[in-house]
């Protein structure tokens, strides 16, 4: 048996509609699955007037099955002459028995009186109408409409609702509306009401209706379309784009038009910006990226007079380009300093004062962050002291002057990208121009990081300023909200930290713009150590979505490295280091050399030698002295996995002194030496991570 089930309506919001499609799929196979109800395949249509879902090789009938009914407790239920208390007559009487036929249920909890039901299966048919009900009235839908006196509830107003097994229709009453066979076909192509023969035919008459039900189908042709139409220039679609212009078109028609040479003189991001958000056209790029002078637009309708429909679509979208060189040419009658100056009235946050407040705080740490990478020894350090810390004060004093432009202002989205095109045309220095688009870099989760060093500096000052800042004043994120971006700004952080490979500490940059703060900051401390703790925290959302394992991270965790760069070189040690043949052995044990140093009274630094008594001891003593001599160069290089793999030879002598030696000893001394040899044990690993916090 195939089943069809369609909801037709007026056209849904186009950003919901796949979202629509792929929860009212999910619910649909949740309900069967808990009715024990089988099928084949389901395929799910979804287009700008229906939802619909074909359902092939269903079960016609649920299968029967035994049902245990659980009662009280054996001992409440018989008296001591086992009698039937009035518990267990209660109970055979609901189900309308007698206590003769019950039967005992043994669980791990004790004995229990119950019975078992035979229970028929039913229609498949019978139960499907409550299925699609339920399914719609799971949708996340965030705001429900009614429509006219009808009391029903949804996204939009219903207008016929199908539901069929294979040619029959099953009657039953969704969403309000009487189920039937009939469906509507594109609404200007195919207006007339279409009768539906059978539920496998349902694809292919819609197709013969100007209507590509498949969203999935219709998002390739119009793909294949863009690309035809582009010619060997690069098409901009965004996937969010894509998938709103496929919820907008039954029959997409891709058209090419244009627009004047002229507009090219304007930042390409803004162009692109008004033609993507208002227009839903795919730009065209070159092979460099230069945007050319056409775009790609999805037409509903096969016009027999397509000129027409072309330049329909190049007259309206003219004007908000002609509104964007406006606002360009407008911005350029000043430099971008004046822009900068105007910032002192604007507020960043009430307690903590204006834009410029912040800017001139950006400012300071930025310099500090230069100056310090130029002093310290690492790979790139060359990079750096090819710039001055008077470039990054003066990149972040420019940083947020594109916020009052009217360019920003049109266009929000474009902030840091019109600085940076406004500082350039102001004849600022590149490094400078470049590190306002920079200081925004990564946007989100994957993005690329700052390429050049103002950039970098710029970008860590400016978070690591506002969370400092937001703490401060004691708004931190609590649960879901997290109107700063608080959490996104930390991994942006650690990111740039870690990637560019630069030895900086958190602590350092976080003392540095706690000062910047002076009084503004109430509890400066505390501040530092919340802050701390919370950026720390995002290493183990950053690792286990690499795939590393979280006791990994907890390990090093445990011994709290400063640097972001010195954690992930430490958690990539201890990840290869899981797969080693002692790792597990030797997480144990240092788990037991853990507890039994915890709950030590006191514990020395140094080991008599002449106090060996044991043979065990004596050879983990040798082992240790060993290890001592061959990790001290690896541990200078910070070459963690090659520590970890020199301490495995570990595993063999402490094994052998737990199976041979008692640390408690009644001898005061011995135990003393004893406890001494495995802190330094416990200190050789610690210099690496906890590694007695793997699970295996």
């Not at 690309?227 to 969010?240: F, N, V």
Request: aromatic share 8%; net charge negative; charged share 25%.
């Amino acid at each position: 048996m195939n089943i069809l089930f369609e909801l037709g309506t007026e056209e849904f919001p186009p950003k919901n509609l796949k979202t629509l499609r792929d929860s009212l799929t999910d619910s649909v196979k949740n309900e069967l699955a808990a009715l024990g109800i089988g099928y084949e395949k389901i395929q799910a249509f979804a287009a700008p007037r229906r939802l619909a879902l074909h359902i092939t090789g269903i079960d016609e009938k649920q299968a029967d099955r035994r049902e245990q009914k659980r009662g009280p407790a054996i001992k409440a239920c018989f008296d001591a002459d086992g009698n039937p208390t009035k518990a267990a007559q209660g109970f055979a009487q609901g189900l309308g028995v007698a206590v003769s036929e019950l039967i005992t249920i043994s669980t791990d909890k004790g004995d229990y009186i119950g019975y078992e039901v035979d229970i028929k299966g039913q229609a498949v048919s019978e139960l499907l109408p409550n299925v699609f009900q339920k399914a719609l009235d799971n949708l996340p839908i965030a705001k429900r409409m009614r429509s006219g006196a009808s009391k029903d509830e949804f996204v939009r107003p219903v207008k016929w609702v199908v539901l069929m097994a294979d040619a029959a229709v099953i009657p039953a009453v969704i969403q309000g509306k009487t189920t039937g066979n009939q469906t509507l076909g594109h609404r200007f192509h195919a207006p007339e009401a279409i009768t539906i023969t059978h539920a496998d035919d349902y694809e292919t008459l819609l197709k013969s209706a100007y209507v590509i039900a498949d969203f999935d189908a219709r998002q390739q042709s119009i793909t294949e379309q863009v690309h035809a139409l582009a010619d060997g220039a690069t098409p901009i679609m965004p996937s969010d784009l894509l998938d709103e212009v496929t919820a907008l078109v039954d029959y997409p028609v891709a058209l090419k038009a244009g627009f004047e040479d002229k507009f090219l003189a304007v930042p390409q991001e803004a162009l692109i910006s008004t033609m993507q958000a208002d227009q839903k056209y795919f730009c065209l790029t070159d092979k460099d990226g230069k945007l050319l002078p056409n775009f790609i637009f999805v037409s509903n309708i096969d016009s027999k007079d397509k000129a027409q429909v072309i330049a329909g679509n190049e007259k309206v979208v003219r004007p908000r380009l002609a509104d964007a060189e406006f606002f360009f040419l407008q911005d350029q009658k000043q430099p971008l300093q004046a822009f900068a100056d105007t910032l002192k009235t604007r507020v960043f946050q009430e307690k903590l004062g204006t834009i410029w407040d912040k800017s001139e705080r950006i400012a300071k740490l930025a310099a500090f962050i230069t100056t310090r990478l130029q002093a310290t020894e690492f790979a790139n350090r060359a990079a750096w002291q090819a710039v001055s810390a008077d470039d990054a004060v003066r990149a972040s004093l420019l940083a947020k002057a594109d916020l009052a432009t009217t360019m920003v202002g049109e266009f929000p989205e474009l902030q840091g990208i019109a600085g940076t095109y406004y500082a350039h045309k102001s004849g600022e220095k590149a490094c400078v121009a470049d590190a306002i688009f920079e200081q925004y870099l990564p946007k989100f989760s994957g993005d690329v990081l700052p390429a050049t060093p103002i950039g970098t500096a710029l970008a860590i000052a400016d978070r690591v300023d506002t969370l400092v800042g937001i703490f401060g004043i004691g708004q931190a994120p609590s649960g879901s909200k997290d109107p700063f971006s608080l959490r996104r700004a930390s991994i942006g952080v650690l990111r740039i930290l870690i990637e560019n490979k630069l030895p900086l500490g958190i602590d350092e940059l976080l003392q540095e713009a706690l000062t910047s703060y002076g009084d503004k900051i109430a509890n400066p401390s505390d501040t530092l150590a919340q802050v701390r703790e919370f950026i720390n925290s995002r290493y183990r959302a950053m690792y286990t979505e690499q795939g590393v394992a979280v006791d990994s991270i907890v390990a090093v965790q445990a011994v709290n490295p400063a640097q972001p760069l010195d954690f992930d070189e430490r958690v990539r040690a201890v990840q290869a280091f899981r797969a080693a043949p002692q790792a597990q052995i030797l997480a144990e044990n240092n788990k037991r050399v853990a507890n039994i140093l915890a709950k030590a009274d006191s514990v020395g630094d140094d080991v008599s030698e002449n106090l060996l008594a044991e043979a065990a001891e004596k050879s983990l003593y040798e082992a240790v002295q060993t290890a001592k001599q061959t990790v001290a160069p690896l541990q200078k290089q910070a070459d963690y996995q090659g520590v970890l793999s020199a301490l495995s030879a570990l595993a063999a002598p402490l094994t052998d002194f737990f199976d041979n030696v008692m640390v408690n000893a009644d001898d005061a001394a011995l135990k003393a030496n004893r406890l001494a040899l495995l802190a330094q044990v416990r200190a050789l690993f610690l210099s690496v991570a906890d590694i007695g916090e793997l699970q295996g």
